[in-house]
């Protein structure tokens, strides 16, 4: 069963009108109710983000002062011309969006390739020059591919985007995704799979996107993952399961215990939180949600 709202519709939204004045309004009063329920000091140990599109009703400006205010460093999966604004709160964008083809048109079709290389061109100057390092990319759909052929396909793409990123001291990142529930047919739905075109490509300048929700759905058996294939993750996002919702007690995943797995390999990236907030107060939610992530 597909989750009621993704990525993909939301990035479809507009932001703004009354929804979104009352979806920020109060800040300061629920971050400090938040304090009082999860406590309010980070340790340090782990670099936190926020994917945006899972709040998209609030607007980026009021957003990024919420995020500011909770101890997060970036805010994600958003645009360059994004960028002022996060500046403005002094806040990072972990992980570029905006790859033209999105999840279902990727790499894995060599006719992608041309405008997926152009976008690179024209983007990894300016997330160079903000101080960002990653961009996200995708295998695209299979449409009766086959793995095999995907994987050539990606290669080939990711070997002409890799003198662009090298140049400019930027990563490429590949997202595994899952195919059960989210985003049927996708191709880069195994972490072996991920693996496996990460040492085709032969560049410290690709890496994947590991993301926990998504992996727990196909795989399972998250920490001996991570613990085996950490060097070529460079980036992990969250999510409960089943649902997307809240990582909390109502899901199986007991992310403490994975989060100080990663830190245990001396992961030095970015932790993003992703999953939909289910309870009226998202703030709220998303507080919690660092909090049980910073171990």
Known sequence: MKTKLSRRSALRQITGGAAALAAAS?????????????????????????????????????????????????????????????????????????????????LNRVENHDKIVAFFEEVAPKVAAAGDKNIICFSGNRKGMSDEQGLENCAIGLKRIMPICERHKVWAVMELLNSKVNH??????????????????????????????????????LIATIKKYHPYIAHYHTGGVPGRNEIDETQEIHYPAVMMAIVETGFKGHVAQEFIPKRPDVLVSLKQGVNICDV
């Open 184 to 221: 049927p047919d996708y191709m880069c739905d195994h972490t072996i799979w991920g693996v496996e075109l990460v040492k085709k490509v032969d560049s410290e300048h690709f890496k994947l996107l590991y993301d926990i929700y998504h992996m727990q759905i196909m795989e399972g058996d």
């Open 26 to 106: 109060s800040l300061s009063h629920r971050l400090m109710a938040a304090d009082e329920a999860t406590g309010s000091k980070l340790k340090g140990r782990v670099n936190h983000s926020v994917c945006k599109w899972c709040y998209n009703k609030i607007p980026l400006d009021e957003f990024c002062q919420a995020a500011r205010d909770i101890g997060l460093q970036s805010v994600e999966l958003l645009k360059v011309e994004d960028f002022p604004t996060l500046k403005k709160y002094g806040l990072k964008c972990a992980m570029v969006s905006g790859v033209p083809g999105g999840i279902e048109s990727g």
